[in-house]
């Protein structure tokens, strides 16, 4: 332990749902709950003014919607979250190199390593002069915990939500964690809680007073022997800058169950190659390829092959993951499937026996010249490969919780209890990370149309026997400008109309108006920063405000 509150925990404020009330003035002071917007849809994050009527990170978009009526539901811009999170992590830098992202929207600072904190009255005045830096920047707010371990900053912090600041003396941690639920130590999900209530212990006081030879055997060893050192605020993990990823992956869920099996292996074939275009970006390569699939009922079934050798080839890995498939039994249905890589490597061995078994397959299907995202049995190609099968769109939305059922919840895998906004959102029975589960810590479908970007606008096909006509679909909450209007977001669309509010990050509350989902002047345009100089001159505004 240190002798000085000179480790950091920042937090950012309900991060998603603050970053659209801060780009849409008129949803400011008022519910916002981000998430999947299809009927298995899940909330990412709620603003405080949402989480007033109950709503939660990782609810059903449904049970949000009853409980919170005239919310504004929209979809997640994880293009903007990114850029945002990508200025605080900066300003972060500045003040030390060791910096510990845990996602988007939390790290851990050692402000010692720094040089610019040594003692609790330092460190408190970084903390807020961050604090203020942080809201001049992006408008946004954000807590912070001074401690002098790890754990200790990260309790701080969720003690000082919303908008504070909280410094834990060095000495006092024990007496600080005594009156607290257990649940408040990482690592004590549910599960474990509920074990330990059965016990006659709910404080952390009453986790340190029991022992740890009771803890060891009621828990097991490793994490009785953990537990007992939290509860008396013994905490020695250093912040550590670089964090190796341990595993790379997307999945999705389905607005209704998939049935036909050439779909099926479509989907897992078009997952194979996200999860690659992921696994590069990485600068990884791996050796253990993960298939993932949830059925009709909730149950789901986990396959994994190993290779010789890492590989970042597509093809190795799609036809690893359709040979996985054939060992699953989809018979009444599935609701969502995943890739996954693991045993990440940063070089790559391709596994020549792999790669010419892939080679075979393929030409067996359909012969050399066979497309490599058609499925084996026929050569047909799977429903919603289209140009945008591939994008993330509010198909998977990344979502911060877990399936119900599934143990203690992200604490319960994460001694730092790295869970904030990120990583799947799209099943309601699937629980920030499958926004498609990003296997590397970070991180939220609908239905069976082809993958929607996020940037709003979307083309969905027709019947064949239209050629070339398609309907756009706006998502609600996405950026989009008009020829005339300017810069705006869908408020909502349906029955051949579309509603935007015309207004931007620093202006006052917009006009709505309504156009036709194909009206030519209107298109899909990237997200305007929240401050700076993002007031732009658009031609017509002047009418705008005067009509």
Known sequence: MRSAPTILHLDMDAFYASVEQASKPSLRGKAVIVGGLGPRGVVATASYEARRFGVHSAMPMAQARRLCPNGACLVPRFSLYREVSDTVMAMLRELSPLVEPLSLDEAFVDLEAGGV??????????GERLRADIAAVTGL????????????????SEEAKPAGLLLIEVGTERAHLAPMSVRTLPGVGPATGEHLRRAGITTVGELAEAGEDELVRMVGRSH?????????GVDERPVVAERDAKSVSVEDTFD?????????????QRLAERCVERLRASGHSGRTIVLKVRRYDFSTLTRSETLRGPTDDPAVVREAAGRLLEAVDTTGGVRLLGVGVTGLADYTQEDLFAFADAMAARAGAGGPGVDPGRGHDDGAEPSGGGPDAGTDGDRAVAVPGRAPGEGDGPDAADPQGQGAEQGPVDDAGDGPGGASGEGQGVGPGQGESAGRGQGGESEVGVPSGVEGVVERRWAAGSDVRHAVYGPGWVQGSGVGRVTVRFEQPGSRPGRVRTFLVDDPELEASDPMPLVGDQVLEVEGQAAVERA
């Open 224 to 232: 009785g022997v953990g537990l007992y050192r939290m509860a008396r």
């Open 141 to 156: 707010s954000g807590s912070v915990g001074l401690a002098g371990s790890k754990m200790l900053a990260k309790v701080a």
């Open 256 to 268: 209704v169950d998939l049935h036909d099996r050439v779909r099926i292996r479509g989907e897992v």
């Open 117 to 126: 904190a040594f003692d609790a009255e330092a460190a408190r005045a970084v």
